[in-house]
């Protein structure tokens, strides 16, 4: 049985998830307005641990159920509330959640979409797909655009809201024993460079990736006194080129490997913790720009796509010269000109708690 406080439900496992959803849902149960809760799956290890932890700290307590049950959803679950807050929209969900996404529309649930990427596929990346319907009844989109206009059918659109960035948390996992504080001190600059996903240039180019590692070795040469930190997309594992880069690092102690294959002492490290030790960020177009620019890091951009981030400049290649240049007053303003663009998170929580509380109210 339902109470008269709208009920709003959000299943949380991954990083992104909590990231992205857990500032929103304990902004609204702080407002008071709507009731909230949050479904885990259960389990065991220092994830699992750090996930739950993530939670409470947000002054919400998760109930936890079987990987089955959260992964397909239940009847009783989905039943007893009035919205689900998602990151995948349950039409155009292809995840390993599919099944519950599935069972969200045969029991006419609604559901609240927030977009969790700064290049998001179905949001403003299309690959070939446009005029995207979405089963929400809510789109809280980052900002609506000509991208969003042209991927987003026109019903989905007029359904949408834009709220700036709404990430005010990315989660540590390094605990200072990891001897990252120690290896920063040893460098008074130091570069957090984050490789390109093979997706950015798809079908994989091996003449990018060679050109990709020629710069950074040169780098890594021609600056030895700088640190640099090379993170993979998302700390995944890069078969491919894992053996040249392990090489570059055994060569050159200014380097750390923030990658699930790397043996360093940064393998483990979640994104945060290598913005924590970073002094400036070169990435391709992602939301990792954002999250540097919103700790106020210097940022500069490689493998622009058409329309993203046309404030940042752009480097054509890990050229030392550009990138470890004495003259920063561009790379800061473009750190500028992004917080500027997105806005305050804090503000921009206001502003989705708003949405949604109007959302559950007109149900």
């Given at each position: 049985m339902k109470s008269d406080s709208p009920h709003l439900l959000a299943y949380l496992n991954g990083a992104s998830e909590r990231e992205t959803?857990?500032?929103?849902?304990?902004?609204i149960q702080a407002r008071g307005k709507a009731r909230v809760s949050v479904l885990m799956p259960a389990g065991l290890g220092r994830r699992f641990y750090r996930g739950v932890s993530e939670v409470m700290g947000r002054g919400l307590f998760p109930r936890l159920c079987t990987r089955k049950?959260?992964?397909?959803?239940?009847?009783?679950?989905?039943?007893?509330?009035?919205a689900v807050l998602v990151v995948s929209d349950p039409r155009l969900d292809f995840t390993k959640h599919k099944e519950r996404s599935e069972l969200l529309?045969?029991?006419?649930?609604?559901?609240?979409?927030?977009?969790?990427?700064?290049?998001?596929?179905?949001?403003?990346?299309?690959?070939?797909?446009?005029?995207?319907?979405?089963?929400?009844?809510l789109l809280l989109l980052w900002e609506k655009g000509n991208a969003e206009a042209r991927v987003l059918s026109a019903s989905s659109l007029e359904l949408s809201a834009s709220i700036g960035f709404p990430k005010t948390m990315l989660e540590r996992r390094a605990p200072s024993t990891f001897g990252g504080g120690k290896w920063a001190r040893l460098f008074q600059e130091r570069l957090l460079l984050c490789w390109p996903p093979a997706t950015?240039?798809?079908?994989?180019?091996?003449?990018?990736?060679?050109s990709l590692l020629l710069g950074l070795e040169d780098l890594l040469r021609s600056y030895p006194h700088s640190g640099v930190i090379v993170r993979t997309h998302r700390g995944q594992r890069v078969a491919h080129i894992e053996g040249?880069?392990?090489?570059?690092?055994?060569?050159?102690?200014?380097?750390?490997?923030?990658?699930?294959?790397?043996?360093?002492?940064?393998s483990r490290w979640s994104m945060q913790d290598c913005l924590d030790y970073s002094t400036f960020v070169v990435a391709p177009p992602s939301t990792v720009l954002l999250d540097a620019a919103y700790q106020r890091l210097p940022i500069a951009l490689t493998h622009p796509v058409p329309?993203?981030?046309?404030?940042?400049?752009?480097?054509?290649?890990?050229?030392?010269?550009?990138?470890?240049?004495?003259?920063?007053?561009?790379?800061?303003?473009?750190?500028?000109?992004?917080?500027?663009?997105?806005?305050?998170?804090?503000?921009?929580?206001?502003?989705?708690?708003?949405?949604?509380?109007?959302?559950l109210a007109g149900l």
């Open positions: 959803l857990l500032p929103i849902l304990a902004r049950r959260f992964y397909s959803g239940t009847t009783a679950q989905l039943q007893s509330v009035d529309q045969q029991l006419a649930v609604p559901t609240i979409f927030v977009q969790h990427g700064v290049i998001q596929q179905g949001v403003n990346s299309d690959d070939g797909e446009v005029n995207q319907g979405y089963y929400s009844s950015r240039y798809k079908p994989r180019d091996e003449e990018v990736e060679a040249e880069l392990e090489a570059l690092r055994s060569r050159h102690k200014n380097l750390l490997l923030s990658t699930k294959s790397s043996n360093g002492r940064a329309g993203f981030f046309p404030e940042v400049p752009s480097l054509d290649s890990f050229d030392p010269a550009s990138v470890l240049s004495t003259d920063r007053e561009h790379f800061v303003q473009a750190s500028a000109a992004l917080r500027d663009r997105y806005g305050d998170p804090q503000r921009n929580l206001e502003v989705a708690s708003c949405k949604i509380e109007a959302m």
